[in-house]
């Protein structure tokens, strides 16, 4: 069973570009949900993906979206970056069944340094 | 708004146990629990469901009050490998799609 990755691990990028980040779902997850982790702080919920849809968004400007594929892997897409988007970027998989949220499986993280 | 944890930070020696507590200013769907040690990804320990529901691992134990939309996770007898930091996220539910808000974190270090 093949566990969640991430690409890439760190990624340095400058103020106003765009960046994508990607994650691979654990076999047989259905939903992949993004976080962002600023240093010393709890993980911050940017949005899930539920069978390829948005299903649920956290307090993050549009600059930030995303989209899950037919083999349930997903991106992350920051436009204009600024520099408070430096962050831990984690994904987590998990099998959702109905609306309740189950068990999650992180990724080890994209560390995003914006200069 | 995020889960309140505390305390923010507690040591203890091996074979002492700790409590950690979550409070929520919002009606409580479920609490989660994960544990981050330094540089790795969390790892899942345990969710409370309402109802009294709970998924977890047999060696971690916590209690989920619904009314006082709190939630409690008992560590005890610990072994160095409790050390990290931990978190609980609460299910929030709004416009109907769901979120997972983590708290900012209770650091546990234990010593030999």
């Given at each position: 069973e093949t566990g969640v990755t991430q690409s890439p691990t760190h990624l340095i990028k400058t103020r106003g570009q765009q960046v994508t980040l990607r994650c691979s779902s654990q076999s047989g997850h259905n939903t992949v949900s993004w976080y962002q982790q600023a240093l010393g702080q709890g993980p911050q919920f940017i949005f899930q993906y539920y069978r390829e849809e948005e299903n649920g968004r956290g307090n993050f400007p549009p600059r930030f979206s995303g989209l899950q594929f037919p083999?349930?892997?997903?991106?992350?897409?920051?436009?204009?970056?600024?520099?408070?988007?430096?962050?831990?970027?984690?994904?987590?998989?998990?099998?959702?069944?109905?609306?309740?949220?189950?068990?999650?499986?992180?990724?080890?993280?994209?560390?995003?340094?914006v200069l | 708004q995020q889960p309140v944890q505390s305390p923010q930070a507690v040591i203890l020696r091996e074979g002492e146990d700790a409590v950690i507590n979550c409070s929520s200013s919002k009606a409580l769907y479920s609490v989660h629990w994960y544990r981050q040690k330094h540089g790795e990804a969390p790892v899942f320990l345990m969710i409370l469901l309402k109802g009294g529901e709970q998924k977890g691992h047999e060696k971690i134990s916590a209690s989920f009050n619904e009314k006082k939309q709190q939630s409690s996770l008992y560590l005890t007898a610990s072994q160095l490998s409790y050390s990290g930091t931990y978190f609980c996220g609460t299910e929030e539910h709004q416009g109907g799609s769901e979120k997972l808000v983590f708290g900012k974190g209770t650091k546990l270090t234990v010593n030999p």
């Open positions: 083999n349930y892997s997903s991106e992350l897409n920051v436009n204009a970056l600024e520099l408070d988007d430096s962050a831990l970027y984690l994904c987590a998989s998990s099998l959702e069944a109905g609306r309740v949220y189950n068990e999650q499986f992180f990724g080890p993280g994209t560390r995003l340094t | -």
